[in-house]
């Protein structure tokens, strides 16, 4: 590594990748606080174990539906201005939450049919927002930065929950306060920061290394050449449209891949403090115990994934993450004891996070351009279906028998489908180190 590509990666990492973490943070705790208001909730707005699942769900029908276009505007008007506009709708209606049992009565709706409805419109909100990060970050670093870029940037959903977790155990207890419950709060205080950030947006990130005045010319002619660089390598084998991007068949194959991927993290997440909460803990100590198996997940999404970019493989660090999730989450079936399930929901949890970013090297290591902002949209809107499938068969199975473990079976089975997808796929890792392979030392 010559000194200059050192210093000016170190830069860019820097100044981008900390404020992208605090908002996905943001992002991701709006969008699964769910779970931990669903322990008050659901006696309020008088919630079923299945009514909940489906409108914890619904939220990625609406996401998918609107995912692939919003990813294409951001693409054309550039990730500052798009993601300013995502984070200030979804902070808007993530507030709204609180306010169902209101909207329902001046509407007239019932309050399941107004939570349906709110996580719907919170759903298109927010589509566009992780995907467009993914292609933000493909303009701003080479392929064989990106397993522990995409690591460190996806670490803040474990601890959206690490953190978020007993945060949100302890908004729970604020019942009464200004008349309203606890749950009201949590959602209250916790869509503040998304409108706070909103603005920050605008004025902090930079929509490609040309127009970096913060970088040195030097560092910005090296960015600019080694991904232009890259960019040809890739395009010069695999040359998509967008519209030939929506119907390849790697493409929707890994969005197959990602679906597996994401339904142990959804549903799982959100019955996850129903399922602790069981063990005879207060709200405040749920919040505690939930907080542990991310804590173990956190550490598995950046360790793996810098071992990824360190050896330069994907494929079996894919394979050996998702086999991980789905064992835990079949040994946290076979037992009833409170620290037992705990461990097993921890190690299961090491692999459900540490896929992740490693999954993400995979598409953007053929896509780029407009087939990139398209592809990885895709991928990542059929892949989120899962988190409507997911928590809608956990809570419905929930019912049906009186436990969640066919649900966490059934979860292991997506898992399982999508590790012998991966198994089966070719990955080109030529592709990443294209572009600084070529560079010449400066």
């Not at 970019?309 to 789905?326: F, G, S």
Request: charged share 15%; net charge neutral; glycine share 10%.
């Amino acid at each position: 590594m010559s000194e200059l590509e050192k210093r000016t990666i170190g830069k860019v990492m820097t100044r981008l990748v900390p404020f992208l973490i605090v908002c996905y943070f943001v992002a991701y705790l709006d969008r699964v606080n769910v779970g931990f208001a669903k322990l008050t909730m659901d006696k309020d707005l008088g919630l079923t174990e299945t009514m909940f699942g489906f409108g914890s769900g619904v939220f990625f029908l609406a996401y998918f539906l609107f995912e692939v276009p919003s990813n294409l505007f951001l693409e054309k008007f550039g990730a500052r201005r798009w993601i300013a506009r995502i984070m200030i709708t979804w902070g808007i209606l993530s507030g709204a939450m609180a306010f169902i049992p209101q909207i329902s009565a001046a509407t007239g709706i019932s309050p399941e049919y107004t939570f349906y409805g709110v996580r719907i419109l919170l759903g298109m909100a927010e589509a566009g927002f992780f995907p467009g990060i993914i292609f933000f970050l493909t303009l701003w670093f080479p392929g064989v930065y990106r397993g522990r870029i995409v690591g460190m940037f996806m670490a803040a959903i474990p601890m959206s929950s690490v953190i978020g977790g007993p945060v949100s155990g302890y908004l729970l207890g604020m019942d009464g306060v200004a008349g309203m419950a606890g749950w009201q709060w949590l959602y209250v205080l916790e869509a503040l920061p998304a409108l706070i950030l909103s603005v920050v947006v605008l004025n902090y990130l930079t929509d490609k290394p040309s127009d970096a005045q913060w970088l040195n010319a030097d560092e910005r002619g090296w960015l600019t050449r080694t991904l232009s660089t890259e960019r040809a390598v890739r395009e010069s084998k695999h040359d998509f449209s967008v519209m030939q991007t929506l119907s390849n068949p790697r493409v929707l194959a890994l969005a197959v891949v990602y679906f597996g991927a994401v339904a142990s993290n959804y549903g799982v997440g959100f019955f996850m403090p129903t399922i602790v909460k069981a063990f005879g803990l207060s709200n405040a100590m749920t919040g505690w115990v939930v907080a542990i198996p991310y804590l173990v997940g956190a550490i598995g999404m950046v360790w793996w994934s810098k071992r990824s970019d360190e050896k330069l493989e994907r494929k079996n660090h894919a394979v050996i993450a998702l086999a991980v999730a789905a064992i835990g989450l079949v040994l946290a079936t076979l037992t009833e004891d409170p620290v037992l399930k705990m461990l097993a929901f921890s190690f299961s949890a090491f692999g459900v996070f540490a896929i992740l970013p490693v999954f993400w090297t995979l598409p953007t290591a053929f896509l780029s351009g407009p087939a990139a902002a398209a592809g990885i949209a895709v991928i990542n809107s059929i892949g989120n279906l899962s988190g409507f499938a997911g928590p809608f068969a956990m809570g419905a199975i929930k019912d049906a028998t009186g436990s969640f473990n066919g649900g966490l079976l059934l979860i292991a089975a997506f898992v399982t489908l999508a590790l012998v997808i991966v198994m089966l796929l070719g990955h080109d890792t030529a592709l990443e180190k294209a572009g600084v392979a070529r560079q010449p030392a400066e």
